[in-house]
């Protein structure tokens, strides 16, 4: 049994702060016990005691948007793209990388094909040691659509297929080979949706069937409007999201999953590459950052509106770009309250509401009595600012500590 004290615990309900308090970490890997330190403090004399002075404990961080098997965003992806060997290395890379800024629980959202159910095996057999992992297998595009195209490099992530039938079929393959969830793609920077309402509504009922959960990426007003009405779990990106959708999507139990962070950046990144470059910006690489800048424009204008209506928010990162840290948590964190949260509330985004999210609140998500010890300690007081979660000391997973700085 192990005792850990420190200035505050942050439950993770957007709600609740212990002011010097302790959690009691069990031999089994749940939170024995929580409180103030003056009850904890003597209660359970055969307890191993650590001390974290000037130190948050808060729960561990989720990312609902990852694609933790992506190769093509490192710069040595070209002579190895097609090797799975490697793939699984670098997938295992940036579980470490997760780990380091507090992430202990994971979704990937499209990835090569058997990689997420392979990742997942290994955890479970106790092979390799990293967050926890929940896996879409491939996603699921129209022939042509997003994902697909030669440009895009990432064929071997995603199945096309078009009509109800080839939908139904599509779902059932990814069940075979061991999604969690299933992940459709209905949108691009185009502002139509890819799908018929038809098609996505047949995707969702054969999902649901089995169920499980399914995820859309639906950024445009066509696409999030079609994901609403055929009821996804969540819809992915959503950056046209307007608080009537929004109130609409909250009733009928869609929650929304904003990578906003990403959005913010992408512009800035590619107008840096075009500078780096010296060349004109096309007209293809214009309409890109136009697209990105509606989309800041759209996130700025609707966002806390949108949270104000009630739909269910949670972290995501969405990391393609080569070399960048693979799960930005805090910098969406950071983005969440700029759009107008508070910290405690951004923070509830990146631990319970996700865990709500992935139908395991009853499992982790809080610092909750009965709960796994998903643990991050901090230095510092995030609630006086998030980028204090930068200021990573440890993280635990089931009251096994994983990584510690």
Excluded at 271 to 298: C, M, Q, V, W
Aim: net charge negative.
């Amino acid at each position: 049994m192990l005792i850990l004290k420190a200035d505050r615990v942050i439950v993770g309900d957007g709600k609740q702060v212990i002011e010097n308090a302790a959690v009691v970490v069990g031999d089994d890997g749940t939170i024995a016990d929580l409180g103030a330190w003056t009850d904890i403090n003597g209660k359970y004399p055969e307890a191993t005691v650590q001390i974290k002075d000037n130190c948050t404990i808060l729960p561990g961080l989720i990312d609902m948007h990852v694609h933790i098997g992506f190769y093509d965003r490192r710069q040595d992806a070209d002579a190895i793209r097609h090797n799975l060997g490697h793939k699984t290395l670098i997938a295992y890379k940036n579980m470490q990388d997760a780990l380091s800024v507090g992430i202990t629980t994971l979704r990937s959202v499209a990835e090569p094909e058997g990689l997420g159910s392979a990742i997942r095996a290994g955890l479970h057999k106790g092979y390799i040691k990293g967050p926890r992992y929940f896996t879409c297998e491939r996603g699921i595009a129209i022939t042509g659509g997003h994902g697909t195209r030669p440009n895009d490099k990432v064929q071997d992530t995603v199945i096309e297929a078009d009509g109800e039938w080839e939908i139904r079929k599509a779902v059932r393959q990814n069940l075979k080979d061991g999604a969690d969830w299933i992940k459709v793609l209905a949108s691009h920077r185009e502002h139509y949706c890819e799908y018929t309402l038809g098609e996505l509504q047949a995707a969702v009922d054969e999902v649901h069937r089995f169920n499980k959960k399914c995820c859309i990426h639906a950024a445009t007003r066509q696409a999030i409007e079609s994901a609403v009405i055929a009821g996804f779990d969540t819809i992915e990106h959503g950056a046209f999201l307007t608080p009537d959708l929004a109130e609409e999507a909250a009733k009928k139990g869609v929650a929304w999953i904003p990578t906003a962070y990403i959005y913010m950046y992408a512009a800035e990144y590619l107008k840096e590459k075009i500078r780096e470059s010296g060349h004109k910006p096309t007209k293809p690489e214009l309409i890109e950052i136009g697209y990105f800048e509606d989309s800041i424009n759209a996130y700025k204008s609707n966002f806390l509106e949108n949270y104000k209506k009630g739909i269910l928010i949670a972290t995501g990162t969405d990391i393609v770009f080569p070399d960048h840290h693979i799960t930005p948590i805090v910098e969406e964190i950071e983005t969440l309250c700029i759009l107008g949260l508070q910290p405690i509330q951004a923070i509830q985004c990146a631990t319970n509401n996700a865990a709500k999210i992935l139908g395991k609140d009853h499992e982790f998500g809080l610092v909750k009595q009965g709960l796994y010890a998903d643990l991050l300690i901090v230095e510092g007081n995030p609630l006086n600012g998030v980028g204090n979660l930068r200021n990573v000391k440890e993280v635990y997973k089931e009251g096994e500590l994983l990584y510690y700085n």
